[in-house]
């Protein structure tokens, strides 16, 4: 059964780091386009980082420049978002995304995927 499952959010003091993880069962990653988002109350859902090429490019929105990395961890059918220097507002549900590629060469936009996880929260507060 296809499932992404989001893990890793918690309550933060701004500046901390949190790892947060997105594990893709029944996935092969390298047919897999993953990306991050995420959700603040009363906002609508933003695009964090995403691996935009099978080449292993990536992209990140500006306000999470420098402080977000995404990787991987193919043999663990992993993707994980470290995320450091945090700010009360990166409070908000963080959620993995996942759309299946026909080919082990493959680019995207990072704006469509057909599966999705539950999400994990992440709260920056002191």
């Known amino acids: 059964q296809v499932q992404i499952v989001e893990s890793g959010g918690g309550l933060v003091q701004p500046g901390g780091s949190l790892r947060l993880s997105c594990e893709a069962s029944?996935?092969?990653?390298?047919?897999?386009?993953i990306g991050w988002f995420r959700q603040a109350p009363g906002k609508e859902r933003e695009g964090v980082s995403c691996?935009?090429?099978?080449?292993?490019?990536?992209t990140y929105s500006e306000s999470v420049k420098g402080r977000f990395t995404i990787s991987r961890d193919n043999a663990k059918n992993t993707v994980y978002l470290q995320i450091k220097s945090l700010k009360p507002e990166d409070t908000a549900v963080y959620y993995c995304?996942?759309?299946?590629?026909?080919?082990?060469?493959?680019?995207?936009?990072?704006?469509?995927?057909?599966?999705w996880g539950q999400g994990t929260q992440v709260t920056v507060s002191s």
């Open positions: 691996f935009s090429s099978s080449d292993g490019d990536t």
């Open positions: 995304a996942a759309d299946r590629m026909s080919s082990l060469s493959w680019t995207t936009d990072c704006h469509d995927y057909d599966y």
């Open positions: 029944e996935f092969n990653l390298g047919y897999t386009a």
